[in-house]
């Protein structure tokens, strides 16, 4: 008898949907919620043809340096800086990720995190659990408008698409930068003009964070950009935390040169940088953007969707419904 490919799904997700796997494949399952030691990850791997991983779980040179059997990784998110693609792909290892099943849902949370930041939602109810209320007076706790104000988009791809389209709803003008510019059409749909980077910062109300994060875009917002925006304007991230100098960011809000930020990717997250939990002016949420429980159901179902086929099983056998880079490993 043949024996099976090997999986190893690195964290407790959805049982009933990660069950697909075992039609298919031996599969060993983490039981509870791991931060892998790199040594601990290189041993899981070294005896799989796939993984199923979550962006908690870095994989590099060092982890796949045993793994003479794995050919595919299965991520379960849109984003993949945790893993090392040069060197996956150098060792013919195929990656996939989970895009377009969280536009949606990531558009709407990001649109509300916005919100919240401009009219104070964070610090009003703490200030109301602290039993300040009796201190009302009628110029407590003003915020910033959102509808008829200009929503600046860093980052236009599907979700910065979906979150202009939410903007139409407010009557907000949108403006957007993009590493390349969208076809006219396009623009014309989702009544967005495109400006020059600068130019984004300059004229913006409210800025959202919806590039992928790379090299080039480490600590992009740093002292210099956010010196750009206007002391009414906000700053919403839903990218990735090394995005934005989270100290330079502090100091502009300590200063009074920003009116407030919404932060669900942090640098070095799970770790914070102390200093934003002393902002009373941002609001802080854990990652949670596309946390909804159909849209993180749907992620799991791409994900071993994507595994089953870049293992050659299943009615897409060797066609991955998305595929991040293709590496061929005999």
């Known amino acids: 008898m043949t024996e099976r490919p090997r999986v190893w799904v690195s964290q407790p997700l959805f049982d009933d949907i990660v069950a697909r796997l075992g039609e298919h494949f031996e599969v060993t399952a983490t039981p509870e919620v791991t931060r892998h030691a790199p040594a601990a990850m290189a041993a899981a791997l070294a005896a ?8 908690n779980d870095p994989i590099g040179a060092a982890e796949i340096a045993a793994a003479p059997r794995l050919r595919a990784i299965a991520n379960v998110g849109v984003g993949y800086n945790n893993l ?4 996956l792909s150098a060792a013919g290892i195929l990656v996939t990720n989970t895009p377009d099943v969280l536009t949606e849902t990531t558009a709407d949370f990001g649109f ?8 104070r939602i964070g610090e009003a109810e703490r200030w109301l659990r602290e039993g300040q209320w009796r201190q009302w007076s009628f110029d407590v706790l003003l915020g910033g408008d959102v509808h008829g104000a200009t929503l600046g988009i860093l980052g236009m ?22 590493r390349s510019r969208l076809d006219p059409q396009v623009e014309r749909e989702h009544a967005a003009e495109y400006v020059g980077f600068d130019e984004l910062l300059a ?13 080039q875009s480490h600590r992009l917002i740093d002292a210099a950009a956010l010196a750009k925006l206007r ?8 990218a990735r935390g090394g995005i934005v100098d989270e100290d330079a960011l502090c100091d502009a809000l300590e200063q009074g040169r920003l009116a407030g930020a919404g932060l669900d990717v942090f640098e070095g997250e799970p770790a914070l940088n102390p200093r934003l939990l002393q902002q009373r002016r941002v609001v802080l949420t854990p990652h949670v953007a596309s946390g909804s429980l159909a849209t993180r159901r749907a992620m799991v179902a791409l994900a071993v969707d994507n595994l089953i086929a870049a293992l050659g099983r299943g009615p897409n056998a060797g066609r991955p419904p998305s595929v991040v880079k293709a590496g061929i490993r005999d």
């Open 203 to 215: 004229r913006a109300d409210h800025l959202i964070l919806v590039l992928p994060y790379s090299p």
């Open 157 to 178: 791809g599907r979700i910065g698409r979906a979150i202009a389209r939410r903007a139409g709803g407010f009557g907000m003008r949108v403006l957007y930068h993009n």
């Open 48 to 55: 799989a043809d796939g993984a199923l991983v979550t962006l």
């Open 112 to 119: 509300a995190l916005m919100m919240a930041t401009a009219r």
């Open 84 to 87: 090392d693609l040069p060197a």
């Open 231 to 238: 002391p009414h304007a906000t700053l919403t991230n839903i």
